[in-house]
């Protein structure tokens, strides 16, 4: 049993940063890609930017270079570093985590957090 709890999220002026963060809780758990997501009202929900266990980065465009995501392995914690915010990014922000536990080896499971208001307004 795995559970994502994200901090970070509030109403933010256009231009302004904001920084989010989710930590995984539970034992006997590895986690491969962690990533956050976002979803407007009326619009699907879309990727914002993945990383893996190793480092790797993925991003949406419409977020990269002003977007960084980063993570801590040691505290199962992953970041967003959110810089030069636009009203078009205002929506929920869900941490999403790929997790194996140690005694099932070979299967991998999806684990949402509950989202977090990042609102960008003047």
């Known amino acids: 049993q795995v559970q994502l709890v994200e901090s970070g999220g509030g109403l933010v002026q256009p231009g302004g940063s904001l920084g989010l963060s989710c930590a995984a809780s539970g034992r006997s758990f590895s986690i491969n890609e962690m990533g956050w997501y976002r979803q407007a009202p009326g619009k699907q929900r879309e990727l914002v930017a993945t990383?893996?266990?190793?480092?790797?980065?993925n991003y949406a465009d419409s977020v990269k270079g002003r977007f960084t995501i980063s993570r801590d392995n040691a505290k199962n914690t992953v970041y967003l570093r959110m810089n030069s915010l636009k009203p078009e990014d205002t929506a929920v922000y869900r941490c999403?985590?790929?997790?194996?536990?140690?005694?099932?080896?070979?299967?991998?499971?999806?684990?949402w957090g509950q989202g977090t208001q990042v609102t960008v307004s003047s």
């Open positions: 990383i893996t266990s190793g480092g790797s980065t």
């Open positions: 999403k985590a790929v997790v194996r536990p140690y005694a099932a080896a070979g299967t991998e499971y999806m684990y």
